[in-house]
């Protein structure tokens, strides 16, 4: 990593939101490859936490922080530029290192609108109360989003998929843990 970066802890509520790929021109800016389709994350924050890539040696594992100076879309990734990172080679320095925001920056979400990072662990249940699984990801099939769920039948771990979708869900208890579906154990 680079020696003008400032070492950090992460933050309690620290969210890994994407990595960085590489350097991008020539004035520090580097790409970074979200974990989300809307990283609005990225953007709403002027200050991410990036852990070195590597797992040997003096660097392993450190976390520094970034004042981010500007960060924008940029095709299928974003393009951003921080206060320590004045040139290329100062870029090419942070390739393969986690980024990490404080879930607190995150922007506010709208009603029925959620943070999949916020769903994951919670309890899936159905209409009469059985229990379906709990959220262990959410995958994005391009028109809907699906839950992941892990569940036991027989003593084995099993998975269901759900989607994510009005037509299933039917309350979202975040305080609760727990998302109220539509739907049936043999479906």
Do not use: C
Not at 7 to 30: H, N
Not at 40 to 59: D, N, V
């Amino acid at each position: 990593m680079l020696p003008g970066l400032e070492a950090a802890e992460l933050p309690a509520d620290a969210v890994e939101v994407g990595r960085i790929a590489d350097a991008w021109g020539i004035k520090g800016w580097f790409r970074v490859l979200p974990y989300s389709a809307t990283p609005e994350a990225l953007f709403s924050s002027k200050r991410w936490f990036i852990q070195s890539p590597t797992t040997a040696g003096p660097m392993a594992g450190k976390v520094f922080r970034l004042a981010i100076v500007q960060s924008k879309d940029h095709s299928d990734s974003i393009v951003a530029t921080a206060q320590d990172v004045p040139d290329r080679n100062a870029a090419e320095a942070l390739k393969g290192a986690k980024v990490f925001v404080a879930r607190s920056s995150f922007p506010s979400t709208a009603e029925d609108e959620y943070y999949w990072v916020d769903l994951i662990g919670l309890a899936v249940v159905n209409r009469e109360g059985e229990a379906m699984g709990v959220v262990r990801e959410l995958m994005s099939t391009g028109p809907q989003t699906v839950l992941v769920l892990d569940f036991e039948a027989d003593g084995k771990p099993q998975e269901r998929m759900i989607p994510f979708v009005s037509a299933y869900v039917d309350k979202v208890d975040l305080p609760g843990r727990v998302i109220t579906v539509d739907w049936q154990a043999d479906y």
